[in-house]
Structure formats: C-alpha cells, structure tokens
C-alpha cells in the first residue's frame, strides 16, 4: 500500500525561497491539494441525494463504523476525517519517487519546510513525475516510482475519502484508513521509516482487533492469510537486502558488482511475482520496470521496522495506551529487530 503525507497549502511561502525546480514542486504541491480540497462533498449530503449509487452508501457506513472503532477501541484521533468525500477522476491520487544510488541502499532525502527530511518525492501529476524521475536518472540515481491511493496532512486538513481507495475490498479499506490515522496519533519529524512502519503496524493491530470485535471470523481468518502471504514476500525482500548490503561493502570491482546485483534483483523479482500469482493479487502501482535498489528502499520503508514495534506491543502487553507510549519513547533502532509480529 502506498500511502504518503502530504504538502498542504501552508508551504507556500517557502516557495518565494527555492530555486526554479523546487519552485515548481512547490506548485504542483499546492495547486494539487487545493483542487482536493475544492472537490470535497459531505457524504452526510451524498447520502440524501438520489442519485448517489448503493454501492457508495454502503461504504460511506462502513467508514462511520470503522472511524467510531478507531476512536472507541483504538484511541487514535479521528476528529473531522473522512466526513467527505472527493472524486478525483484518476486511478491515483499522486505519484511517489523514490530513488538510490547504484551501489547504495540508502534513499536519497529531501527536506519540506515543517515535516523535515523524507525518503520520498511525490507528484499530482504522472507526467511530472515521469519527468523528475528521469533527471533524477540522469545524475545516476536508481529509481521506483509509482501510484498512491492515499494520504495523510497530518491533521493540518480534514482528510477526505477518495474514489482512489473507496472501492478497495472491506480488508483494504480498513487496513488504509486505520493507517493513514495512525498518522495523526503519532509522526516523528524526518523519520520516514518509523512513520510508516508504526501506521502498517497499528492499522494490523487495528483491522484484527475490529474484525474479533465484530465477530467476523471469516474475514480474519482471510486477513491473517494475507498477512501470511505479505510476510513471505517481506522476507524475500530482506534477504536481498541483506545480500546487496554484503555485496555492496565487498569492494568487488564495478563490473563484477553489477553483475551480481542484477542476479540478486532478478531472482528477487522472480520470486515476488511467482508469490502474487500465488495470491491471485494485481501487481501493485509501480511503473513496470526491473526491480532495483531504490524499489528495496521503499519496500523497507514500509515493513523493515514492523518487527521492532511488534516487539514493543508484546513489552507493553498488549495495551495500546501503555505501546503509544513506549512508541513515543522509543528511539528509532540502528537495525530491524529479527521477530516476527
């Protein structure tokens, strides 16, 4: 699942100080969120209208539900999130780049006024984000880029629904928004990686606790499959990790790296797409191009850390007021605790 924060409308003083590349990040930045914000619609308003379809009702009371549970059970801040609703007429909402060096798994950063430094670049539009990608390519960088459903503004918006994610399946749904929440409850400024791996972490711990709740136990017992699925992939993911970090502190000639850079990539990406079959899943919404360091970088980004606040939901146990509070304490680890959730 991709899903990013945002860079709202207050940031537009800063663009007065940037050069004309980051001038025009900038813009499409503001000009994008603004005709998100513009495109907003009560759903409480929806909901009278006629002509609003069933299949949208019925997700629009799925979200009540799942938003009372969050703020009820959870205790993760709902406020006025998720009280709209935003066609956007696009299958993605942005467009995330993340890019590597040829011999380094170590993202490129960039610094946003008030949210600090991110692993990540995002764009409104394909089209500029195609052609970012492309000058980030040119100056030696690897890079992944793909599509987004969702996203956070950390509470500096109310967020709305969107017609990116609000067909997804029951699962889907509740792991996004649950995720996307979790966001609001806890941010850590120029952490990428403890951002997200916390919210994939809380929205697991928040989709198996509303389905127990709820008395779904079909749709556990599919949740926990797909997590068992995601872990396995995950695993892959690690182990390359784990071979391009040896192969790339070896001090082998260039040539001979690339080499085997490119089995380890290649089989890498083999065994994820014999997986997905497995799974019957779609592919996710990435360009399709080879698999490379910067594609590791942001798959780690997501899952590299779940382990460690596993680790701290079972020395909390099990409380989620007493784990929030050993996840503001905790410091970010040097290295990926080695348990599983």
């Known amino acids: 699942m991709m899903a990013r924060l945002s860079l709202p409308l207050f940031l537009a003083p800063f663009c007065l100080l940037s050069s004309c590349q980051t001038l025009a990040f900038y813009q499409q930045a503001i000009a994008g969120q603004w005709d998100i914000l513009q495109r907003r619609q009560p759903i409480e308003a929806l909901e009278k209208s006629p002509s609003t379809p069933p299949a949208l009702r019925e997700r629009f009371a799925l979200t009540r539900e799942l938003l009372a549970f969050a703020h009820d059970e959870l205790h993760v801040p709902v406020e006025h999130h998720y009280t709209t609703y935003a066609d956007l007429e696009r299958p993605y909402v942005s467009y995330i780049i993340t890019a590597a060096p040829e011999f380094s798994l170590e993202p490129k950063e960039w610094f946003y006024p008030v949210i600090g430094h991110q692993d990540y670049r995002g764009y409104f539009s394909k089209e500029d984000a195609i052609a970012y990608a492309q000058l980030l390519q040119n100056d030696g960088y690897e890079v992944d880029l793909g599509g987004t459903v969702a996203y956070s503004t950390l509470g500096f918006f109310q967020d709305p629904l969107l017609n990116t994610f609000i067909a997804d399946d029951e699962l889907d749904f509740a792991d996004l928004l649950f995720h996307e929440l979790s966001h609001h409850l806890h941010y850590r ?153």
């Open 189 to 341: 400024a120029q952490d990428t990686d403890y951002n997200e791996a916390f919210a994939t972490f809380n929205a697991r711990l928040g989709v198996e606790r509303w389905l127990k709740k709820t008395r779904r136990h079909d749709l556990l017992e599919a949740y926990e499959n797909r997590l068992s699925r995601r872990q396995k992939a995950e695993e892959k993911f690690e182990s390359a990790r784990e071979k391009l970090e040896l192969l790339f502190a070896s001090q082998l000639p260039v040539e001979e790296m690339r080499r085997r850079k490119s089995e380890i990539l290649a089989s890498l990406q083999s065994d994820i797409d014999t997986l997905r079959l497995t799974s019957k899943k779609p592919k996710p919404a990435r360009e399709d191009l080879p698999y490379n360091n910067a594609t590791v970088a942001a798959r780690s980004t997501y899952y590299r850390l779940v382990p460690f606040f596993a680790a701290l939901y079972e020395k909390a146990g099990r409380d989620l007021p007493t784990f929030y509070q050993l996840v503001k304490d905790s410091p970010t680890p040097e290295a990926p605790v080695n348990s599983s959730p």
